[in-house]
């Protein structure tokens, strides 16, 4: 077990995922560090044919809709480093998430995302991050393929170290 940098940071681990790979990551950074989790469900599932989501996501995304999501933290106040976690999609994260950030107030808070992606990475992820939340601390991110976050375990690791989630050993 790692253990965190600063025992007085409160960790929270808030993702969204379609298909998995982005909830497995979760589960592994939950692994490695003493943070609460917290999985963000929209109300209304996007559709499970890959063309209708992939159509949906782009209208969305293109019109900068905030799906409604299906419950709420009971307050963010306790947290110190949020981890945000999201699919890429069309070159950001998917919407539910978009949802979560503006959701709250991050001042104050430091924001560590990660993405998974299938050839952009983090996209514009991270400046779509400081667009809904600019009075937050964002760190950098880690994309990891979504093919490959069942290998990524060291990958993870090192980016919780560097950024000081858990301690340099
Ligand atoms: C609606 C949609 C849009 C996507 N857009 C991108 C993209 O722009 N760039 C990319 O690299 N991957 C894209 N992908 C692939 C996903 O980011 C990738 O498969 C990811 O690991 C899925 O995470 P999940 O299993 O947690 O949902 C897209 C997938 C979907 C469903």
């Not at 299906?70 to 106040?77: C, F, M, N, Q, T």
């Not at 919407?95 to 950030?101: G, K, R, W």
């Not at 992606?117 to 991050?129: A, P, Q």
Request: proline residues 6%; contains cysteine; charged residues 20%.
């Amino acid at each position: 077990m790692n253990i965190p940098m600063q025992a007085q940071n409160k960790i929270l681990i808030a993702y969204y995922s379609w298909s998995g790979n982005t909830r497995y990551m979760a589960e592994q950074i939950k692994k490695n560090t003493n943070a609460d989790i917290f999985e963000i469900v929209p109300t209304n599932a996007y559709p499970e044919d890959y063309n209708a989501c992939v159509d949906q996501a782009k209208k969305e995304i293109n019109s900068n809709f905030k799906p409604a999501l299906k419950s709420k933290l009971a307050s963010i106040e306790a947290y110190d480093i949020i981890i945000v976690g999201s699919p890429n999609w069309w070159s950001t994260f998917a919407p539910p998430v978009a949802s979560f950030l503006s959701g709250y107030n991050f001042t104050g808070k430091t924001i560590l995302p990660f993405i998974t992606h299938e050839g952009t990475r983090m996209g514009k992820s991270v400046e779509d991050i400081k667009q809904l939340c600019p009075t937050a601390t964002i760190l950098s991110g880690l994309p990891v393929r979504g093919s490959n976050v069942r290998n990524a375990e060291s990958d993870i690791l090192k980016w919780l170290r560097d950024n000081g989630v858990i301690q340099k050993q």
